[in-house]
């Protein structure tokens, strides 16, 4: 668990990019870094996290869902309604878009369990 805080830590301090720290997450994970599509019965496994800016995709990482409550609890600004959709959706294995916000501007956030 310390490395993935580590990880997530060196994404925000822009030491790694979020392509470079998908990629460690699913190493650390014993996973290979490939979408492989799983029966709708099989439990999420990953909490996807994707934010656009102006167009542009600025995060982009897969994290493990077994660490996944510390990686919302390093999302800046997430309310505790969101929070607690989320430790719900990771306690029933729920599958697919939980959080889905688009500004006025475009920015998004995007929070799926995969």
Do not use: W, Y
Not at 53 to 68: D, S
Not at 69 to 77: D, F, H, I, K, T
């Amino acid at each position: 668990m310390a490395e993935v805080e580590k990880i997530l830590r060196l994404v925000a301090d822009g030491v790694l990019t979020p392509a470079e720290a998908d990629t460690l997450l699913a190493a650390s994970d014993g996973e290979r870094d490939e979408q492989v599509e799983r029966p709708a019965s099989v439990a999420a496994r990953h909490l996807r996290i994707e934010v656009t800016e102006g167009g542009r995709r600025v995060v982009n990482l897969r994290v493990p869902i077994n660490i996944a409550g510390l990686a919302g609890a390093l999302l800046p600004g997430l309310s505790d309604d969101d929070s607690q959709r989320i430790r719900e959706a990771i306690a029933s294995g729920e599958r697919g878009p939980l959080i889905d916000v688009v500004s006025p501007n475009g920015d998004r956030v995007l929070i799926v369990s995969d």
